[in-house]
């Protein structure tokens, strides 16, 4: 007899295939992004955490507009991040803990989860997501566009055999201490074949075969310093380049990129922008986090605000629409001088 915290399987919540086609194609644009057959920008942001899933849908039909609007310039995907990697504890994200008070019902989150990802895929945005535990990664990926592996697991091998063998572009994040050469490893090993135990459809454990993911790629997320400066930037390309693989990179603006400070976002996507301005072909993309109002709040005080991040720190939806206008002219002119 199943206890009451069995989980579904991967199959029991799997979505009936109508997304299947958009997820496909979003996959290739951001592939071809990557590779620079397509010039545009890709943008990966939204909030840190997704805690309140109708506010956070506000905020995808929010963005889904503004993307529409910006896409002759920009790839805009939505950072739909239901699980969250913790540098010692807190909240783990909707997926693991779904009544954000530590009770832990999976079961719940999964359901809950499933039904957000579903409903933000139908605005018509990619979705990008934090593979942070491998077995949950069976109940998501099939509506996934962009994957990353975090600054607190790229020396992690399962979740680098998990990234060879998600079918979308994966970004590996230079580690919390800074260090870019482990993302570099990361990139490497995601890219060969791996053997390795996963989840089947119908819950039993299996043995996933690996052909390698071509799509894996660097994300510059800083450390106890920033790494988002021009010279940074030219450095990691020069260390990719120097492990035999494409130099591209994506930067992410939060993080160890602002000190956790979101008022330092806009000054680093700005920077950004001027090196995209000044003709960087290599720097693929951008990372924001940004959700309906500015700042965060602590989860656990009283019923958080749903417009308010209860993780990072983010900017606010009116701080983030002129951020995204300033990266899609800096690609549109790195694109005229093209
Ligand atoms: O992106 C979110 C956080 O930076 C990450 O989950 C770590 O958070 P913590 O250092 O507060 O645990
Ligand atoms: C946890 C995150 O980032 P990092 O791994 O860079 O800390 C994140 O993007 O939510």
């Known amino acids: 007899?199943?206890?009451?915290?069995?989980?579904?399987?991967p199959g029991e919540v799997a979505a009936d295939h109508v997304v299947a086609t958009a997820v496909a194609r979003h996959r290739e644009t951001v592939a071809a992004v990557l590779a620079r057959r397509d010039p545009r920008l890709l943008v990966v942001v939204g909030p840190c955490s997704v805690h309140d899933p109708a506010a956070a849908l506000d905020y995808a039909h929010l963005l889904a507009t503004a993307a529409e609007r910006l896409s002759d310039d920009l790839v805009v995907v939505l950072r739909a991040y239901l699980e969250k990697p913790r540098t010692v504890a807190g909240w783990t994200g909707l997926l693991p803990d779904p009544t954000l008070d530590g009770k832990g019902d999976i079961a719940a989150g999964l359901r809950l989860g499933r039904t957000f990802l579903l409903a933000a895929a139908a605005t018509g945005l990619p979705l990008a997501y934090e593979f942070v535990d491998p077995m949950l990664a069976h109940y998501v990926a099939d509506v996934v566009t962009w994957g990353a592996v975090g600054a607190r697991t790229v020396a992690s091998q399962p979740h680098r055999h998990l990234a060879s063998w998600l079918?979308?572009?994966?970004?590996?994040?230079n580690c919390v201490s800074g260090r870019v050469d482990t993302a570099v490893d990361a990139i490497r090993a995601a890219g060969l074949p791996h053997a390795f135990p996963g989840v089947a459809a119908d819950g039993r454990l299996t043995t996933l075969r690996s052909a390698g993911n071509p799509d894996a790629h660097l994300v510059l997320r800083g450390g106890p310093t920033p790494n988002y400066h021009a010279a940074d930037v030219a450095a990691a390309l020069a260390a990719l380049?120097?492990?035999g693989l494409p130099a591209r990179v994506v930067v992410d603006a939060s993080h160890g990129n602002s000190g956790k400070d979101h008022h330092r976002q806009p000054g680093v996507v700005e920077d950004l922008a001027g090196q995209v301005a000044d003709g960087n072909r290599a720097l693929v993309g951008v990372m924001i986090e940004s959700y309906?109002?500015?700042?965060?709040?602590?989860a656990g005080a009283g019923t958080p605000r749903p417009d308010l991040s209860?993780?990072?720190?983010?900017?606010?939806w009116d701080r983030t629409v002129p951020l995204l206008e300033t990266l899609a002219r800096a690609a549109a002119r790195r694109r005229a001088t093209g």
């Open 1 to 9: 007899m199943p206890d009451q915290d069995t989980l579904p399987t």
């Open 167 to 173: 079918p979308m572009p994966v970004g590996m994040k």
């Open 241 to 243: 380049t120097a492990a």
């Open 292 to 298: 309906l109002s500015d700042g965060r709040q602590d």
């Open 310 to 316: 209860v993780t990072d720190a983010c900017l606010g």
